[in-house]
Structures are given as structure tokens and as C-alpha cells.
């Protein structure tokens, strides 16, 4: 039996409200008037039409204004049902080839061979070739110690190489680690003006490595930018020569830089492309397809078991799309309880998401909270019917966390718990807002917006269960939502509300980033939507950046960075976990289909 729980100091605010911490990142009564300085319009906007940014401006103040109007009761949105109800509750994976003991034996067997050949690596060409297979193919989490030991290798032999493919691939590969490397190194390749040579677009394997390589850029890195830009001009003119694979890795990165893409998906990529390359090693690919069926049968087994126990949904079912983005940010078999955990806790926070926003009238949302701050189970007398069994089983939810993660470990629920009555609180604020009329500069509104996207939220709660290498220290880290998670709120916030904006909102929806910039500085929503791209392009450096400023928490700098890149795969066009028939494809191809072997 698990030792009872008992936070820390700093987790026992019973209310944000009264939380002068708290209250020092963001203040939770409506403020009159724009707390912050204007952003800056885009110079574009000189030269949009006067007549057409009237016209757009006034209908997006009037469905602002409109959206202010709260106090009557709300109704449940319309949601599309689940895509996929009970299906993994009852469905039976076809027989693999081999039986999972066979090929777990066969999977040992090939990793004894593959730690010979990191033995063999004499110098950083090898290495650097072996630990990009190694993780581009996903089995780099087999590896942990040969990859740290191949990485002080790297970062401390002598190297001068005039291929620009190299060059790159170290690059990269060291920033990706939180390892520090000048982007001076590319100043070999170019001329004395600073532009880039002529002769390395001769090299399209080399453009596309320096290409994914650039966007692992930080703030003030000029010479990176540039690289972005020339190598994808240079890229786009060519992609239609390539032959295979490199054409379909040219159009991948062109439509989403590898830094930014959802890991599994890029895997599945390539290891069907990695027995095309040259000198690919067989040993490497049968581990790669080995070990993605045999994660596949663990991924299953936890979708059937969420299937069953969780069915707390009256408004968006999307248990299956919300363990997709769980899975995004860990997929090994040692972090399973991790990945159920913040599965459970995403639902939760989907239904309370809903509830505020769509089904509870103001008086309901205020009662909510006020049980969320108190978490007491006598506090559900003050909820109306339909939230109670909601709340008990938030209640329960985190109760039984505390006794399934290790005796030492139940700290880790008191801080997902205490951010989660923080999100109850932002939720809280918006609703406020909403009821009042009050409108938001842009500015308040992304502050608070991109914290009630949940995303920091979940970056305190992704850590619960992970085990030792993630200590107190980090919690409390992560509890005070530094850049990197704030980012990442920002990054979810920003991609919603472009892909809603071009979907269609509904009247009464509470005003998004896009519909405030433009009220705020009278603009088209072209022009708001081309500012918005780029302060996004600004927080990918503020995560690309964490890699340094948090070497000591990398472990999890990782994985909110993995949880970053998970929101192109559910808002690139249209919010996908709304629409889910948009995931589809990729649900199947990562749980239901097995690689052939």
C-alpha cells in the first residue's frame, strides 16, 4: 500500500485565486483595460485596402462583441460522435508472422549485434551515420548508454569534413542532445560576402540534411534563417528530379522540418525507405520492424484497457485521438503507466475543456472550480447533477495515480493535481471574460489562452511515473510553467486558432487570437494570420533554445518537445482531434496495421 499523500508547501494553495504566486503569472480578475503594450502591426498592413479592412474588422468586432453575451444558459455543442467507439475494446489484432516470444528473442539477439557495431565506430563519420539510423528508425531508446557514449565521442574528436552532408548531421544531431555546436561550422560553404556557395546545391542529400539541421536554430542566429531560406528555394526547384527515397523525404521536410515532426510517424517513413539507402544495414532494419510490431501489441493492450475503464464523455469522445497524443510524446514500454496516466488525465481536462465552454451556464462554471480548488469529496453537493460523477471520478482518477506509482513517487500526483486546479482556474477566467464583454488585447488574450489550451497543464502531468532521472527538482521546475512549457502552450494555442479560423467558428465561441489581432490593429486576417506564423516560428526557437537552458531537466525538455510537435499532426490544417476522421490514417497505421516483416 502506497504511503498517504503529502505535498509539499508550495502545492498546498487550496486556491489559485488566493495564490500570490499564482497571481503573479496572470491575474485572474478581468482587467479593464489591456495590461500589456500593442504588438506591433505587420508592415503589410500599409498595404491593405482601407475598404476591405473595415469591412472584415467590423464583422470580426461584431462576433466578438456577440461572443460576449453569456448569461442566458448554454447548450452542449454539437460534437461528431467517436470515430471509434468500442473499437479497440473488442478488437483482435490479426497473428503476427512469429510469436511475441520468438521475437523478443530474436529482438535481443539483434541488439547484442547492434551494441558491437557502436563498439566498432572508429571514427565520427561512423558514429554519426549509425546514430541517425539508429534514431530515425526508433530503436535509439535500446541504446541509451552507447548513444551517451557515442555523443561525447562525437562532441570531442577532431573534426574537419568538407561534406556539407556531414557537417550537418553532426550539427543537428549534437543540438538534439542539448549539446552546444556554433552554426560557424557552415561558414566553410560559403563565400566571403556570407552567402551560400552555388556548388552545395549539387549535393540535394546535403541540403536537406542542412536544411532539417537549420531549424533547430535559437533566437539570433541570422546565418541559420539563411540557410533555412536558401536550401529550401534550392530544394523546391529540384524535388521533382530526385529519385527514391530522397524525393519523398525532400517533399516530407518541404511540407514539416524533421525537428518537428511526430517521431512514429516519421519511422514508419522510414523504415520502409531505409532499405533503399546506400549502405543500409539489414541488422538495424529487422530490429526497427521487430520492435515496432512488438510495441504495437503493448499500445493495444493499453487502448483496449482505456477503452473499458474511461467513459467519462457527454460532449468530444476522443479517447483514442487523446492516447495518439500521449503516445506522441512516449512511446516506449517503460513509460506505460506515464502514457495511461496522462491519457486519462487529457480526458479529463477534454471534458472540463467542454464543460466551461460549452455546456455549464456561468453560476455552474463558478461552482466547478470552487469544487476543483477545494478537491474534497464533500465538495460535490455544490455541483448540479451531470458534473458530479464527472468530478468524482477526477477526484478518483488521481487517487488511484497516488497508490499505483511507487511509495516515493506520489509526490509527482500532487503536482499534476495542483496544475490541474490551475487550468480550472484559466478556464474560469476566459468564462469571466466572456460574461463580462470584456475583449482582450491580443496580448491578454494569448497569456491567457495559452495556458487554458492545457498544453502546460500536461507538461507537469507527463511527468508523473517516469521514475528517478525525473527528481523534485524538475517538478517544481515544471510546476512554474517555464518558457519551454508556456511555449509549447503557445505553439497548440496559435495552430488551433488558425485552423478554426479557417474552419468556421460558432457565434458565441469565446474571440481567438486571430479575431482579437485583427480588432486590435485593424488588419485582414491575412495579415494577422501571417503575424501569428510568425511569432509561432519564434517559439519553435524557444524550444529549440531549452535544449541549453535546461541541459539539467533535457530528459523532459525532450518530451515537451516531442508533445510540441504533436499539435502539427492534430491542428496543420483542421483541428483533428475535433474531426477526427483527420487521424484516421495515422491511428491506423500506428496501432491497428503491423510492418510486414
Given at each position: 500500500?502506497?504511503?498517504?499523500?503529502?505535498?509539499?508547501?508550495?502545492?498546498l494553495?487550496?486556491?489559485?485565486?488566493?495564490?500570490?504566486?499564482?497571481?503573479?503569472?496572470?491575474?485572474?480578475?478581468?482587467?479593464?483595460?489591456?495590461?500589456?503594450?500593442?504588438?506591433?502591426a505587420?508592415?503589410?498592413?500599409?498595404a491593405?485596402?482601407?475598404?476591405?479592412?473595415?469591412?472584415?474588422?467590423?464583422?470580426?468586432?461584431?462576433?466578438?462583441?456577440?461572443a460576449?453575451?453569456?448569461?442566458?444558459?448554454?447548450?452542449?455543442?454539437?460534437?461528431?460522435?467517436?470515430?471509434?467507439?468500442?473499437?479497440?475494446?473488442?478488437?483482435?489484432?490479426?497473428?503476427?508472422?512469429?510469436s511475441?516470444?520468438?521475437?523478443?528473442?530474436?529482438?535481443?539477439?539483434?541488439?547484442?549485434?547492434?551494441?558491437?557495431?557502436?563498439?566498432?565506430?572508429?571514427?565520427?563519420?561512423?558514429?554519426i551515420?549509425?546514430?541517425?539510423?539508429?534514431?530515425?528508425?526508433?530503436?535509439?531508446?535500446?541504446?541509451?548508454?552507447?548513444v551517451?557514449?557515442?555523443?561525447?565521442?562525437?562532441?570531442?574528436?577532431?573534426?574537419?569534413?568538407?561534406?556539407?552532408?556531414?557537417?550537418?548531421?553532426?550539427?543537428?544531431?549534437?543540438?538534439?542532445?542539448?549539446?552546444?555546436v556554433?552554426?560557424?561550422v557552415f561558414?566553410?560553404?560559403?563565400?566571403?560576402?556570407?552567402?551560400?556557395?552555388?556548388?552545395?546545391?549539387?549535393?540535394?542529400?546535403g541540403?536537406?540534411?542542412l536544411?532539417?539541421a537549420?531549424?533547430?536554430?535559437?533566437?539570433?542566429?541570422?546565418?541559420?534563417e539563411?540557410?533555412i531560406?536558401f536550401t529550401?528555394?534550392?530544394l523546391?526547384?529540384?524535388?521533382d528530379?530526385?529519385?527514391?527515397?530522397?524525393?519523398e523525404?525532400?517533399?516530407r521536410?518541404?511540407?514539416?522540418?524533421?525537428?518537428?515532426?511526430?517521431?512514429?510517424?516519421?519511422t514508419?517513413?522510414?523504415?520502409?525507405?531505409?532499405?533503399?539507402?546506400?549502405?543500409?544495414?539489414?541488422?538495424?532494419?529487422?530490429?526497427a520492424?521487430?520492435d515496432?510490431n512488438?510495441?504495437?501489441?503493448v499500445h493495444?493492450?493499453?487502448?483496449?484497457?482505456l477503452?473499458k475503464?474511461?467513459g467519462?464523455?457527454?460532449?468530444?469522445?476522443?479517447?483514442?485521438e487523446?492516447?495518439?497524443?500521449?503516445?506522441?510524446?512516449?512511446?516506449?514500454?517503460?513509460f506505460?503507466?506515464?502514457?495511461?496516466?496522462?491519457?486519462?488525465?487529457?480526458?479529463?481536462i477534454?471534458?472540463?475543456?467542454?464543460?466551461?465552454?460549452?455546456?455549464?451556464?456561468?453560476?455552474e462554471?463558478?461552482?466547478?472550480n470552487?469544487?476543483?480548488?477545494?478537491?474534497?469529496?464533500?465538495?460535490t453537493?455544490?455541483?448540479?447533477?451531470?458534473?458530479k460523477?464527472?468530478?468524482?471520478?477526477?477526484?478518483?482518477?488521481?487517487?488511484?495515480?497516488?497508490s499505483?506509482?511507487?511509495?516515493?513517487?506520489?509526490y509527482?500526483?500532487?503536482?499534476?493535481?495542483?496544475?490541474f486546479?490551475?487550468?480550472?482556474?484559466?478556464?474560469?477566467?476566459?468564462?469571466?471574460?466572456?460574461?463580462?464583454?470584456?475583449?482582450?488585447?491580443?496580448?491578454?488574450?494569448?497569456?491567457?489562452?495559452?495556458?487554458?489550451i492545457?498544453?502546460?497543464?500536461?507538461?507537469?502531468?507527463?511527468?508523473?511515473?517516469?521514475?528517478?532521472p525525473?527528481?523534485?527538482?524538475a517538478?517544481?521546475?515544471?510546476?512554474?510553467?517555464p518558457?519551454?512549457?508556456?511555449?509549447?502552450?503557445?505553439?497548440?494555442?496559435?495552430?488551433?486558432?488558425?485552423?478554426?479560423?479557417?474552419?468556421?467558428k460558432?457565434?458565441?465561441?469565446?474571440a481567438?487570437?486571430?479575431?482579437?489581432?485583427?480588432?486590435?490593429?485593424?488588419?485582414?486576417?491575412e495579415?494577422?494570420?501571417?503575424?501569428?506564423?510568425?511569432?509561432?516560428?519564434?517559439?519553435?526557437?524557444?524550444?529549440?533554445?531549452?535544449?541549453?537552458?535546461?541541459?539539467?531537466?533535457?530528459?523532459?525538455?525532450?518530451?515537451?518537445?516531442?508533445f510540441?510537435?504533436?499539435?502539427?499532426?492534430?491542428?496543420?490544417?483542421?483541428d483533428?482531434?475535433?474531426?477526427?476522421?483527420?487521424?484516421?490514417?495515422?491511428?491506423?497505421?500506428?496501432?491497428?496495421?503491423?510492418?510486414?516483416?
Open positions: 500500500m502506497a504511503a498517504s499523500l503529502k505535498p509539499t508547501p508550495a502545492i494553495l487550496s486556491s489559485p485565486c488566493s495564490s500570490s504566486a499564482y497571481s503573479s503569472r496572470l491575474p485572474l480578475q478581468p482587467s479593464p483595460r489591456p495590461r500589456f503594450p500593442h504588438v506591433q505587420s508592415p503589410a498592413t500599409e491593405t485596402p482601407a475598404s476591405r479592412v473595415e469591412h472584415e474588422t467590423r464583422d470580426t468586432y461584431n462576433h466578438v462583441a456577440s460576449g453575451v453569456a448569461a442566458a444558459p448554454k447548450t452542449l455543442s454539437s460534437y461528431e460522435p467517436s470515430l471509434w467507439g468500442d473499437y479497440f475494446l473488442d478488437y483482435e489484432p490479426k497473428p503476427l508472422q512469429r511475441v516470444k520468438w521475437m523478443t528473442a530474436r529482438a535481443d539477439k539483434l541488439k547484442e549485434d547492434i551494441n558491437m557495431l557502436f563498439e566498432s565506430c572508429k571514427c565520427t563519420v561512423e558514429r551515420t549509425l546514430l541517425d539510423s539508429v534514431q530515425r528508425l526508433g530503436i535509439d531508446h535500446h541504446f541509451k548508454k552507447q551517451d557514449i557515442v555523443l561525447s565521442q562525437i562532441i570531442e574528436d577532431e573534426f574537419s569534413s568538407s561534406s556539407l552532408h556531414h557537417v550537418a548531421l553532426r550539427f543537428g544531431l549534437l543540438r538534439e542532445h542539448g549539446l552546444w556554433s552554426s560557424d561558414n566553410k560553404f560559403k563565400n566571403e560576402d556570407g552567402s551560400f556557395r552555388k556548388d552545395i546545391t549539387n549535393d540535394p542529400k541540403l536537406l540534411c536544411y532539417n537549420a531549424h533547430l536554430l535559437v533566437h539570433g542566429e541570422p546565418s541559420l539563411e540557410a531560406s529550401k528555394h534550392h523546391e526547384l529540384m524535388r528530379t530526385l529519385k527514391s527515397p530522397l524525393d523525404q525532400v517533399k521536410a518541404l511540407h514539416l522540418p524533421l525537428p518537428r515532426t511526430l517521431k512514429r510517424v516519421e514508419l517513413h522510414y523504415i520502409s525507405e531505409y532499405m533503399h539507402e546506400e549502405q543500409h544495414n539489414p541488422t538495424l532494419l529487422e530490429l520492424k521487430l515496432f512488438l510495441l504495437q501489441h493495444l493492450k493499453e487502448l483496449k484497457y477503452t475503464c474511461v467519462l464523455n457527454y460532449a468530444r469522445d476522443r479517447l483514442v487523446g492516447y495518439l497524443w500521449c503516445y506522441a510524446i512516449y512511446h516506449e514500454k517503460e506505460a503507466f506515464s502514457r495511461i496516466f496522462l491519457t486519462k488525465q487529457l480526458m479529463l477534454s471534458l472540463m475543456d467542454d464543460t466551461y465552454d460549452a455546456h455549464a451556464t456561468i453560476e462554471c463558478r461552482q466547478l470552487v469544487a476543483i480548488q477545494r478537491w474534497d469529496e464533500r465538495a453537493s455544490l455541483l448540479p447533477d451531470y458534473l460523477r464527472f468530478y468524482t471520478e477526477l477526484l478518483r482518477i488521481f487517487k488511484d495515480a497516488t499505483e506509482v511507487a511509495i516515493c513517487d506520489t509527482h500526483v500532487a503536482y499534476a493535481r495542483k496544475a486546479q490551475d487550468l480550472s482556474a484559466y478556464y474560469l477566467q476566459e468564462v469571466e471574460w466572456l460574461h463580462q464583454n470584456h475583449k482582450p488585447s491580443f496580448k491578454d488574450h494569448l497569456s491567457l489562452s495559452a495556458m487554458s492545457g498544453s502546460p497543464t500536461l507538461c507537469v502531468g507527463l511527468m508523473v511515473g517516469m521514475g528517478d525525473v527528481t523534485r527538482e517538478f517544481e521546475w515544471a510546476a512554474g510553467y518558457k519551454v512549457a508556456i511555449a509549447c502552450g503557445k505553439i497548440a494555442r496559435l495552430l488551433d486558432d488558425i485552423a478554426a479560423f479557417k474552419g468556421g460558432a457565434k458565441g465561441d469565446m481567438s487570437s486571430i479575431e482579437c489581432y485583427m480588432v486590435e490593429h485593424s488588419v485582414t486576417s495579415v494577422a494570420i501571417s503575424k501569428i506564423l510568425s511569432l509561432l516560428e519564434d517559439e519553435w526557437r524557444t524550444l529549440n533554445q531549452a535544449h541549453f537552458e535546461h541541459h539539467s531537466h533535457l530528459l523532459v525538455v525532450r518530451r515537451i518537445i516531442n510540441a510537435n504533436s499539435m502539427l499532426v492534430f491542428y496543420a490544417r483542421k483533428a482531434y475535433t474531426f477526427s476522421i483527420n487521424l484516421k490514417e495515422t491511428v491506423e497505421s500506428l496501432f491497428v496495421k503491423p510492418i510486414p516483416m
